[in-house]
């Protein structure tokens, strides 16, 4: 099954390799990893989407709890959760090309943040599955770079992560 | 006043009331070496190699239950050290290892005698820091001792590079040190307790089954006091030998790939099977699907929650200080006025009473040839099993746990989870420090023993007098055990070829050196090693045993408890 969890750590040098780190050692899957600092600078917040059964999940989470810079893990998964993410494409836009970019990128609510006379470079934000969704509309040789930012997750109304 | 990094190390260490510090200096930690040697706070003792500085250091650790400590330079002292470091991350033994490290000017510059310590170390610690700022020593350091004595205790690596060791700040040391993100629980979940209780006085084939943790959280005495209180049989992995007395009639023995018939016979039948500070881990069930059975229930009770449903699916989780739970069960089961089935209890006893009978411990004791099992035997009745007993890793290890029965916790110091081969020498040093009128005891290999015995030398400076059981079979036994029931008879690297005269070499090094060759002077030589003219001085017993025995009984890897291969 697919996790995503969310955690708030120290914002230590290291702090981020302590995770990646456990991950590996243990063999656990990591799908996508984001880590930024929060409105307390001295906190990290990262979310991780991982998949396992359910006793491979409990023992992520209880291992991640263990790490001494690691204040709060909450699997977000388990309730009501938002999870966004972030896509830029650059892809051709010349000729016809041009005319369909421009709708494709509308029809998907993608915003065009580069142009030059040859491409284009949409912007994307919505779930993982929506950005999947773009890409296969898209006509695959017309796509020249993509770059994503894994998800990001949040609780909806009361789940609140916060110390 | 001001005071230099380096002073401000030394002054944290007296505060901490640290009295021995392992060590081996070098380039990044001269000021500290130089500061160590202007105070006379905590003694210095000098080893021969990094890995057994920190092997001394844990060896302390487990004979005092104190938080160990060990220092070593960059690069190869820190390398070094990492065996030591992960030997006491796999038993979660509390210590602080303080390793130098490049000037911060030079990190990442593949300076000499640079390696990334908080990098390489990272898997193996509980915790570990670089300190790039003088002013964080003094903080940083208390944080290490709380984090390594506190919750399940384990490692921590403080990485100071040298010119943090010169600058200097105001010196003062925290008197408490609070972290958001680690608040380790000590007090189990009433609830739970409550549950776990009634579950206890409801069972009919009950069975106790303890670890290290017992050792560690210092529950001896409330284990004992549960355990007659119920008069359940009870197991004790390798780590938690002692923690109940071994002698003991409620003792079944040791559980595992080489536990008892009884105790491992038990385990698997039971129908409430109580785990207290233990870990369910390979050596111990095996394979976690032929360990399951129908209608068992499993109480466990552990301090680190990631231990707890990790191999193995219990009933009733309780995290929590083993102490502080067992004292919290006693409680209610006494309070409750009620009792286990005495009728169903004493069935089971029978059940078990018949297991025992098989005798699965026996050896041959007609042999013309020393068996190692009978040095172990006759060790323990020279000694009144009372000496602190540190091995190496293999068969030697084995007959150790087997044969010499420990009454009291902290008293058997080995190398259980990681099976550092060369731990029992420089782990005995330590011990011998931790008490220095008692009698330690090193049961080793000659393999073993070769991985470490540079030592000697550490011992004859520091007048440490061991007394070192060599089990000599001139085979890696443990290796050319399996190669002859798993491997038909290839044994592939498992002999020891052009062993040195270990009686002349200790000898050499300054100590008493001796060889047994007869079953009929096994008696007369510990005596006399143990004996009061030899008191101060190490003796290297070097017996040379049959070299085909092999440990049993014995659970091949990835078999069940009840697959037992017996003699």
Not at chain 1, 96 to 117: A, C, Q, Y
Not at chain 2, 210 to 228: D, I, Y
Not at chain 2, 326 to 352: G, N, V
């Amino acid at each position: 099954m697919r996790h995503i969890i969310s955690l708030l750590m120290e914002n230590e040098a290291g702090a981020l390799s302590r995770v990646a780190g456990l991950f590996s050692a243990r063999g656990y899957n990591i799908e996508s990893l984001t880590v930024a600092p929060t409105e307390d600078e001295t906190l990290s917040r990262m979310t991780i989407v991982t998949r396992g059964s359910d006793d491979v999940i409990e023992q992520i989470t209880k291992q991640l709890n263990k790490l001494i810079d690691v204040v709060k893990v909450v699997d977000l998964s388990e309730a009501g959760h938002l999870e966004r993410e972030l896509m830029l494409v650059k892809v051709r836009a010349e000729g016809e090309l041009r005319e369909e970019m421009k709708r494709m990128s509308d029809i998907f609510r993608g915003r065009i943040v580069d142009v030059t006379e040859k491409t284009y470079i949409i912007e994307l934000t919505g779930p993982g599955h929506k950005l999947d969704a773009f890409l296969e509309a898209l006509d695959k040789g017309a796509i020249l770079e993509t770059v994503r930012t894994g998800a990001s997750g949040i609780g909806r109304g009361d789940r609140i992560l916060k110390i | 006043m001001e005071l230099t990094g380096a002073e401000i190390v030394v002054r944290c260490l007296a505060e901490e009331g640290v009295e021995f510090v392992f060590g081996y200096p070098g380039g990044a930690v001269l000021n500290i070496y130089d500061e160590v040697f202007k105070q006379d706070k905590f003694k210095h003792v000098l080893v021969r190699h990094e890995q057994a500085a920190v092997h001394a250091a844990d060896g302390y650790a487990r004979a005092t239950g104190r938080t160990g400590v060990a220092l070593v330079t960059s690069g190869p002292g820190a390398t070094n050290a990492v065996t030591g470091i992960a030997t006491a991350y796999m038993d979660s033994i509390p210590l602080v290892v303080i390793s130098g490290q490049v000037p911060t000017a030079v990190i990442g510059m593949d300076a000499f005698q640079e390696v990334d310590m908080v990098g390489i170390t990272r898997p193996c610690v509980k915790h570990n820091f670089l300190v790039k700022d003088v002013k964080d020593i003094a903080e940083t350091l208390k944080k290490a001792f709380y984090i390594a004595s506190t919750g399940r205790p384990g490692p921590v690596v403080v990485d100071i590079p040298k010119d943090v060791t010169q600058l200097k700040t105001e010196f003062a040391y925290p008197k408490k040190v609070t972290m958001r993100s680690y608040n380790p629980v000590i007090k189990g979940h009433t609830g739970q307790i409550k549950r776990a209780a009634q579950m206890i006085l409801e069972a009919k084939r009950p069975m106790i089954y303890t670890g290290g943790g017992v050792v560690l959280s210092n529950a001896a005495e409330e284990l004992t006091r549960f355990t007659r209180l119920l008069g359940f049989p009870l197991t004790s992995t390798l780590m938690g030998l002692g923690g109940y007395p071994g002698s003991d009639p409620q003792f079944t023995g040791m559980l595992g790939m080489h536990g008892t018939y009884e105790a491992n016979m038990a385990m698997q039948h039971c129908d409430v099977l109580i785990a207290i500070g233990a870990r369910f881990d390979d050596r111990v069930i095996g394979n976690p699907e032929h360990f399951f059975q129908e209608g068992r229930r499993i109480i466990h009770i552990d301090i680190d929650p990631a231990s707890i449903a990790k191999r193995v699916k219990v009933d009733v989780p309780i995290v929590g200080n083993v102490k502080d739970v067992l004292a919290e069960m006693t409680k209610l089961i006494l309070a409750s006025k009620e009792t286990p089935d005495p009728a169903a209890l004493k069935t089971w006893w029978t059940q078990i009473e018949l297991w025992r009978s098989r005798d699965c411990m026996k050896y041959d004791r007609n042999s013309d040839l020393i068996k190692p099992q009978y040095v172990v035997e006759k060790m323990h009745e020279v000694t009144r099993g009372e000496a602190y007993v540190t091995s190496d890793v293999g068969q030697h290890q084995m007959w150790a746990a087997q044969y010499y029965k420990f009454d009291q916790p902290r008293r058997w110091i080995n190398s259980g989870g990681l099976g550092t081969m060369g731990f029992g020498l420089p782990a005995a040093m330590g011990v011998q420090f931790a008490h220095p009128d008692a009698a330690v005891a090193c049961i080793t290999g000659e393999g073993s023993i070769q991985m470490n015995i540079q030592e000697l030398a550490t011992c004859k400076q520091f007048n440490l007098p061991l007394k070192i059981i060599l089990l000599n079979n001139r085979y890696l036994g443990m290796v050319r055990q399996w190669q002859e029931f798993f491997y038909g008879n290839r044994y592939a690297e498992s002999y020891m070829d052009a062993l040195p005269d270990f009686a002349k070499l200790a000898e050499s090094y300054g100590h008493v050196g001796m060889k047994i060759e007869k079953p009929e002077d096994v008696e007369g030589a510990l005596k006399e090693a143990f004996g009061p003219e030899l008191k101060e001085r190490l003796v290297f017993m070097n017996f040379i045993t049959d070299r085909t025995e092999n440990v049993c009984p014995m659970i091949p890897a990835g078999k069940g408890l009840s697959e037992m291969i017996l003699v």
